[in-house]
């Protein structure tokens, strides 16, 4: 059975909602393996382990990835936008050469539908797929042109599937420093934005309603769709839910029409793996 390999970064504020992610996979994934491999600079060796508790209990490995962060002292961050954001973008340099292909998510999803059709995709000889959040008006696509001066799609970081051969041969940190150096001001989300501004031209487009739901652009869709793409659509057809945005579903200010599913895959973390929670 081949291993679908899955990569994270983050810092322990997001621990919590990565086993909700982790938990989100198991259920709609059972007859799968997976590898998870998080990259950190900060994770505290007790949290390390029982986060490797807990995916063992999952029936999936846990790869530890410790990550210097001095390379980025110079890249901007706010507490929403760490440091490790950035890890995502030099993955190729962190992770063991024998992996030639890996899925990165942030932890702010649900995987409600099985993934490995994503994990399989025929790339098209391009670096990375991921998905544009267009709205219904493109209004925003059109002021990221004229940002990156380009005609490319603005693709959104959050769910990526990475061809790490060609990564380890096109990006390179020098190519990133150099653009937080120039453009530091001009980056509203940092990492998203150097992605863009550098390596648009090596990404294929994949469907939003399928790999990356924004759930903030519920009536977006509906509307683009003519009415087609409903809840019952999107529990049937949709594999991947990103919670996007503030507040996120585990907020109790929350009114996000997904929140209550999101809450629910909580709650099965509470129920079934409370020492975890």
């Not at 259920?27 to 505290?44: E, R, Y």
Request: charged residues 20%.
């Amino acid at each position: 059975m081949e291993t679908i390999n899955i990569l994270i970064t983050l810092d322990e504020n997001y621990l919590t909602q990565l086993k909700v992610m982790l938990l989100s996979i198991k259920q709609t994934n059972a007859g799968d393996k997976f590898d998870i491999w998080l990259a950190h600079h900060s994770i505290s060796e007790t949290s390390g382990q029982q986060l490797a508790e807990f995916v063992r209990k999952l029936g999936y490995q846990l790869h530890m990835i410790h990550v210097d962060v001095d390379v980025w002292s110079s890249a901007p961050t706010l507490k929403q936008y760490p440091a490790e954001m950035y890890f995502r973008l030099l993955c190729g340099e962190y992770l063991p050469k024998t992996l030639t292909r890996i899925l990165y998510l942030d932890p702010d999803i649900l995987v409600i539908n099985p993934i490995k059709p994503l994990w399989t995709l025929d790339m098209k000889n391009q670096m990375i797929a991921a998905a544009s959040h267009n709205g219904l008006t493109g209004v925003s696509q059109t002021i990221n042109n004229v940002r990156f001066q380009n005609k490319n799609k603005y693709f959104n970081s959050g769910v990526m599937l990475m061809d790490l051969t060609k990564m380890r041969e096109k990006v390179k940190l020098n190519d990133i420093i150099s653009v937080i150096n120039r453009h530091a001001k001009r980056l509203i989300l940092p990492d998203q934005d150097i992605l863009n501004y550098l390596y648009s031209d090596h990404i294929l487009s994949i469907p939003e309603e399928i790999w990356n739901y924004d759930t903030r652009d519920n009536m977006v869709h509906f509307t683009k769709s003519l009415g087609n793409i409903d809840i019952p659509w999107v529990l049937e057809n949709t594999v991947i839910l990103h919670f996007c945005g503030h507040p996120k579903p585990w907020e109790k200010r929350s009114l996000n029409r997904f929140a209550i599913l999101y809450q629910h895959y909580e709650q099965l973390l509470r129920l079934n793996y409370g020492k975890y929670y």
